[in-house]
């Protein structure tokens, strides 16, 4: 059975400062991997994904992705946080969600 | 851009009543979702509809849910006889291609039941 684990419920960073959230995962067979983003009243929309090539993804708003085969994660990463990233995020592993990691901008 | 819409943004419903939600996906996408969000917690999937059949469902999409694509445009997710329990927000989605590929997702339709 597939499964997704965010470790982080909540994590708060300045602007400007680096941001990661982890993601792992369990899955038997090649994992199709995603990670979505949240704002508040919003749907969901993805961020990035990951099939097969290249393990570091690039997706959208300057977020990227990591695939460790070895350590069952996909964790999603950003150089510089604006304001507005400020959102919920979401990793999922086919068509299983993890509980969301929500994210907190200070000035 | 092309979007998922869906209707209404907010149901109020009494326990024991059926409910209809509604969605129309992107017009050229072949595949269709259902998935709920319990205040507070994980999205969770209930339902994918390829064909005018379901095509996997999990143990949630028990016998009181039911999809349906009844024209060229809506899909709609049924809730026979509401339980408390179902409150909660439901996001439509939709692909073009199978589930691995990009999932467009609707604003969502808050259901209360009260």
């Known amino acids: 059975a597939q499964s997704v684990t965010q470790p982080d419920i909540h994590i708060t960073v300045s602007e400007g400062a680096s941001l990661e959230l982890r993601c792992n995962y369990s899955?038997?067979?090649?994992?199709?991997l995603f990670w979505y983003v949240q704002s508040p009243g919003q749907g969901l929309q993805l961020l990035l994904k990951?099939?097969?090539?290249?393990?570091l993804v690039q997706g959208i708003k300057g977020f990227e992705a990591e695939f460790k085969r070895s350590q069952s994660s996909f964790n999603l990463r950003k150089p510089s946080v604006h304001w507005s990233d400020a959102a919920e995020y979401f990793c999922?592993?086919?068509?299983?969600f993890g509980a969301g990691t929500t994210v907190t901008v200070r000035a | 851009e092309p979007e998922v819409t869906q209707t209404p943004s907010h149901q109020v419903t009494q326990m024991g009543q059926e409910v209809i939600l509604r969605c129309v996906p992107i017009?050229?996408?072949?595949?269709f979702y259902w998935y709920r969000q319990i205040l507070g917690q994980k999205v969770e999937f209930l339902v994918s509809?390829?064909?005018?059949?379901?095509?996997?469902k999990s143990e949630i999409f028990d016998d009181q849910f039911s999809v349906e694509r009844p024209d060229g445009s809506n899909f709609t997710l049924k809730i026979r006889s509401t339980k408390l329990e179902d409150s909660a927000m439901y996001f439509c989605?939709?692909?073009?291609?199978?589930?691995?590929?990009?999932?467009?997702f609707g604003p969502g339709t808050r259901l209360t039941v009260l």
């Open positions: 989605a939709s692909s073009v291609g199978v589930r691995t590929d990009t999932q467009y």
């Open positions: 899955y038997g067979a090649t994992p199709y």
């Open positions: 990951y099939f097969s090539g290249d393990t």
């Open positions: 999922a592993v086919a068509l299983s």
């Open positions: 017009s050229n996408h072949l595949y």
């Open positions: 509809f390829y064909n005018n059949e379901i095509s996997e």
